[in-house]
């Protein structure tokens, strides 16, 4: 399929982040379904994730969606179009050109957030 | 097995069955739906809302209108879908063992059913109390 190089990496970053995004899923659809035993409960469970140790992995999981995502629309490209898979390697670095630009305004804005230790009440 | 292919035409050649063909075509349909949603989803709550703020009552605020009820189950039912594909082509390729490989699906399949439960639950079945 890919010979080594670029290729290969997007590969394995693609798997790894749609697996970490799953878990991330399970973790998300759990916490959120709390509200169902009423709002202590929940409350209590949303303040435990707003440690900042769970925002660190927050930027992470953010950072493993957009990778993912625009990743994504670089495979489709290739699947449907004649010159994707010849720009296959073009189109990865353009892949990270998007990911910085979407990035910045989550790191900026929860990493700010960690530095100035806001962490909820 | 999993469509190795990198274009339709070829996809369409190396499926086994139309069933895998489908999966195909449906990863990347809802890949691009997925984008959207998703990157919506994350700048409202992280960008827009601080993300420190969110508790019961916003959840509940905002899970009191249809449009973001239609808006998460979307996220909900084509994340976990697409999701379990993925994870399909992956135990196909890293759990050589049959049977093992087999019993790691069912789990699985099982984890994601009962997320999808109790998502759709908490969206639609659960009275927020919201004024």
């Known amino acids: ?121 | 097995m999993a469509i190795r292919s990198k274009r339709y035409q070829e996809a369409r050649l190396e499926a086994s069955t139309n069933l895998e063909l489908y999966w195909w075509v449906f990863m990347r349909i809802s890949g691009v739906v997925l984008v959207f949603l998703l990157l919506g989803h994350m700048w409202m709550n992280a960008i827009l809302m601080d993300l420190n703020k969110i508790d019961y009552d916003y959840v509940a605020k905002r899970l009191s209108q249809t449009t973001w009820k239609i808006y998460d189950l979307l996220i909900l039912a084509l994340g976990l879908l697409h999701g379990a594909n993925g994870l399909r082509y992956v135990l196909d390729d890293w759990v050589r063992n049959p049977s093992r490989r087999f019993w790691t699906k069912a789990v699985l399949y099982s984890l994601i059913a009962f997320l999808f439960l109790l998502g759709s639950l908490s969206l639609f079945n659960h009275d927020f109390g919201v004024n």
């Not at chain 1, 769970?54 to 990778?67: D, E, N, R, S």
């Open chain 1, 1 to 121: 399929m890919y010979r080594g190089r670029e290729g290969q990496w997007a590969f394995y970053l693609h798997r790894l982040s749609g697996l970490g995004i799953l878990v991330f899923l399970m973790l998300h659809v759990a916490n959120i379904s709390s509200a169902m035993w009423g709002p202590e409960v929940s409350n209590a469970l949303m303040k435990f994730y707003h440690q900042p140790v769970f925002q660190l992995g927050l930027l992470l999981l953010i950072a493993g969606v957009i990778y993912h995502g625009f990743n994504g629309l670089r495979i489709i490209l290739m699947d449907f179009t004649s010159w994707g898979v010849r720009y296959q390697r073009q189109l990865w670095y353009g892949v990270w050109v998007l990911f910085v630009v979407f990035y910045l305004p989550f790191l900026v804005k929860i990493g700010g957030g960690i530095l100035g230790g806001s962490h909820g009440d």
